[in-house]
């Protein structure tokens, strides 16, 4: 079986790339998908398609609208969406989209350090399992991987 999964969350370190080496390593049958995380990219998004915006609010407003078409479409052809919470920064766009995702039936696992326990627990609540690593969350992709 061939899984897709959504890598949502935290940006600013290689959490990323160390489940996708965990998945080439043990040659797993998993496609990734993941937003841009590439910030200015990101940010500047509705700017570069849509023109130049006096007012940061619009800015924003339309780099949110392009970067949401996006990552919901991700996320609706994924299996499994993965979110990542930081400690450095909040990632409120992470707990938007594993509600996107626990709103459309598909499983989350969460990832964050033991002292963001606290703040997360309704989204570790509803999540299949609560992880603090990327070896961890590979492990799992192993294990279910074996169907």
């Known amino acids: 079986m061939k899984y897709r999964i959504y890598l949502s969350g935290e940006i600013h370190?290689?959490?990323?790339?160390?489940?996708k080496h965990g998945i080439l390593e043990n040659n797993l049958a998993i496609e990734v998908f993941s937003?841009?995380?590439?910030?200015?990219?990101?940010?500047n998004v509705g700017e570069e398609i849509l023109g130049k915006e006096t007012n940061?609010?619009?800015k924003d407003h339309k780099a949110s609208k392009i970067n949401a078409l996006?990552?919901?479409?991700?996320?609706?052809?994924?299996?499994?969406v993965i979110v990542r919470f930081g400690d450095k920064y909040k990632q409120w766009n992470a707990a938007f989209d594993a509600g996107i995702a626990i709103g459309l039936g598909i499983p989350v696992?969460?990832?964050h350090a033991p002292e963001l326990?606290?703040?997360?627990?309704?989204?570790?609540?509803?999540?299949?399992?609560?992880?603090?690593?990327?070896?961890q969350v590979?492990?799992?992709?192993?294990?279910?991987s074996q169907l």
């Open 35 to 43: 937003p841009v995380t590439d910030h200015e990219k990101s940010d």
């Open 109 to 111: 696992i969460v990832m």
């Open 138 to 144: 590979v492990e799992i992709l192993k294990y279910i």
């Open 56 to 58: 940061n609010f619009w």
């Open 117 to 135: 326990t606290h703040p997360l627990k309704e989204i570790d609540g509803l999540a299949m399992a609560v992880t603090e690593t990327p070896q």
């Open 13 to 19: 370190t290689d959490w990323r790339e160390q489940i």
């Open 70 to 80: 996006r990552t919901q479409t991700a996320i609706k052809k994924s299996d499994i």
